[in-house]
Structures are given as C-alpha cells and as structure tokens.
C-alpha cells in the first residue's frame, strides 16, 4: 500500500483534507493540481508535496500516479473522473459523483469495465459507531426497522453576504443543501440499515435569492474569518434548507431536514433509528458516543472504546476509549478502507467504501427530490 502514488485534484477546502489523512495511512501523495499554476505551486508548497502540476493532462499522463482524487467543484467531477478512468487510474472523487444521472449512471458502467477502485468519499460512514450501527442492525439488535429520521444542519451560509461556489446551480447541481449535506445523511442511513429509499416528498426552500458574492473567489465555511471587500448581487436557485418526507422498501418511514442557516448548528448530522427491539441515536458534534434506546430496561450510550466494539467497529477506530476520534479520522478510515482494497488486488470482493453504485444512487435521490419539490407530490426513486 506504501508504495502506491496519489494526486490531489483541487487545492480547496477538500484537498489539503485528503492529502492530511492520505499521509496518516502511509500514502505517498506525488502531486497536486489547483485551479492553475499559481494555485498548484501554492498548496505544493505549503503541503510540502513534490509535484505541482499545470495542467491536468499532465496529470493524466504521469505514469508514477496510480490513484486520483477528485476535490474540485461538483461540475468537474464527471468529466474528471470517466478521463482519469480512462487513463488507467483508480478514482476516489468527492460527493456529489456527478451533476445528473445520465453522467453517474455512464460513471458506474465506465467504472465496471475499467476494473479499477472507484469510490465516492462519503466519509461520514466511517465513524467508529456508525460502523457499529450497521453492524447492531444487521446483527439484527433492532429488529425490524420502523422509521429513521433526523437532519444535517450548518450555518455557515446563515447570511445573504454568505458565498461560495457551492450556491451556484451551475457549479454545484441544481439542489445544494440536498446535494452537498442532505446525500451524506442519506447515504449514512441506507448504509446503516441496508434499506434502500423508494419514494420522497419534499418542500425546500431558498431562504436568500439573492447573496452577495465576493469580488474573487471564497473557500468553503471561510465566510466567518475572511475579510470581504466588494460584492456583486448574484441570483441563488438552489435550497438553503428543506424537509423530504421518505418511504423506505421495507416499508419504514422517514423524513430528513436539512440547513445551512441553522444559527449555531456548525456541522450536524443526527439520526434516530427505530426498530422493533431497540432504537439508536447518534450526532456528529458528539460523535464518540451513540445512545441505544430499550423499552423494557434502562438505554444505554456506548462509548466509542475498541475494548467495547464489534470486529467491524474495531476496524476504524485507531485510538483506545476516551480518546477522541472526529471528521478528519473518518477520511483517514475512509481512505484506509479504499487503498487496501486497491492494494489486495481482489476486485471482484465486496468493495468496503461508497462506490459510484452508491454515488449514483445518491444523485437519483436528488433528482426525485428536487422533482418533487417542483412537482408538490410524492415522487418514486428510480432504482439504479
Ligand atoms: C460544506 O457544506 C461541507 O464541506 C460539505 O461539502 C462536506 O461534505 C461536509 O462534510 C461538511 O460540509
């Protein structure tokens, strides 16, 4: 696995992220790319990584690089990704995989021919006891499930003076909450349970039509510190926040809210699982414990303690009880899982990431959601 070589494709918020936890795992990352040269010889430097590139054909065409990850604006993703496949190289690319789902469903059938790893880093699922989760669900501790609901809530676009290349339709995808923390949510649940969601109905709503956008360009959750100058008025269409009523295949009902002007709520996924034995509760602002509800004896919360957890749990939690573990081990855990994969060389075994498969569904179920938003009726996914 150590000697495997990596480029980063995108120098934002997500790039020096996958390059920190990447190192912790013993990756070598060989090279990265920004927005252009400038940019490129900038995060180089300051990550101290070898190769700035110019160009992301010459990315493409260093036969050193055996792996990309893709951490540039949604738009890119697509044509990013079928290139670098096409170029023989394993894909790990941010959510969302695409911006629609004739681009995902090509993604999905390009990635079964080229026989190699490719992933969507819904790192989220990593958390030692979300791992613990699915495997207390499948266990069968909670027996039938009923219903899962909960939200993903942020509020660092609060404000009309709120900016960043995540708001624009044309850089993101027509629904952005949805899309860009709504699909974790999602891809969380249905990975924990194993059910996969059928139908939505959902109402979202663009609290700002109109924000005030910087005159140059604004990292993502950087509104709060960075001192802004000029602005120019720009039309918003996509959702600051919204509710989506879901219906399970197994028949569980569910809804989902999710915000990014929820005052105080800095990055908060919370869920509540409901089966016919026991109920669970978890929130990533408190992500180290996970309360299991019981109806004939008292709840319990299990702390995240690998002397407590399952072989499954066990097997992304790298620091003993007590010590905390958070947003930047769930990449590490992420990665871990991808790269031993690539480096076992079976790719015909279960694949232990989110892959374009799910990456795809995650676009399906933005599509049907925003259509029923637009439509006011419940709307079926289609199943891809
Ligand atoms: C911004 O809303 C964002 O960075 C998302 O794009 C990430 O996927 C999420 O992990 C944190 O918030």
Redesign the pocket.
């Given at each position: 696995m150590n000697n495997i070589k990596t480029a980063i494709i995108g120098a934002g918020?997500m790039g020096p992220a996958h390059t920190e936890a990447l190192r912790r795992i013993g990756i070598n990352v060989a090279g990265i790319l920004g927005v252009d040269e400038a940019e490129s010889n900038k995060a180089a430097a300051s990550l101290g990584i070898p190769k700035a590139y110019k160009s992301w054909e010459a990315v493409l065409k260093d036969t050193d690089i055996q792996v990309v990850h893709i951490t540039t604006p949604n738009k890119l993703h697509y044509r990013m990704a079928k290139e670098a496949l096409n170029a023989g190289k394993h894909v790990l690319c941010e959510?969302p995989l695409a911006m629609n789902s004739k681009e995902s469903g090509e993604l999905v059938e390009l990635a079964k021919k080229s026989g190699l790893a490719a992933g969507v880093n819904y790192n989220m699922r990593f958390y030692p006891l979300c791992v613990e989760a699915k495997n207390m669900v499948a266990a069968g501790q909670l027996g039938d499930i009923y219903s899962i609901v909960g939200s993903y809530v942020?509020d660092w676009l609060l404000f009309p003076t709120d900016y960043n290349w995540?708001v624009l339709a044309e850089e993101g995808g027509a629904t952005r909450a949805i899309a860009?923390?709504g699909t974790?949510w999602l891809d969380m649940v249905q990975n924990i349970t194993g059910l996969k969601v059928v139908a939505v109905c959902a109402d979202l709503k663009i609290v700002h039509p109109i924000r005030k956008r910087p005159k140059g360009e604004v990292e993502?959750f950087s509104g709060k510190v960075q001192q802004i100058q000029a602005t120019e008025d720009v039309k918003i269409t996509t959702e600051d926040c919204g509710t989506v009523l879901l219906r399970f295949n197994n028949g569980a009902k569910g809804n989902l809210w999710v915000s990014?002007i929820t005052a105080g709520r800095k990055?908060c996924l919370r869920f509540e699982i409901s089966g016919s034995k026991k109920a669970l509760y978890w929130n990533s602002e408190t992500p180290n414990e996970i309360w299991v509800g019981a109806r004939e004896k008292a709840n319990d919360l299990l702390l995240k303690d690998p002397g407590l957890l399952s072989e499954a749990g066990r097997s992304v939690a790298s620091y003993p009880g007590g010590h905390n573990e958070g947003y930047p081990d769930s990449f590490k855990q992420c990665f871990k899982k991808f790269y031993t994969y690539i480096a076992t060389g079976d790719f015909n075994a279960p694949k232990p990431f989110a892959t374009f498969e799910d990456g795809h569904h995650e676009i399906l179920l933005c599509e049907a959601i925003h259509k029923s938003h637009l439509e006011g009726k419940w709307v079926e996914v289609i199943q891809g």
């Open positions: 918020f959510k942020q995540r860009d923390i974790h993502t990014q990055n």
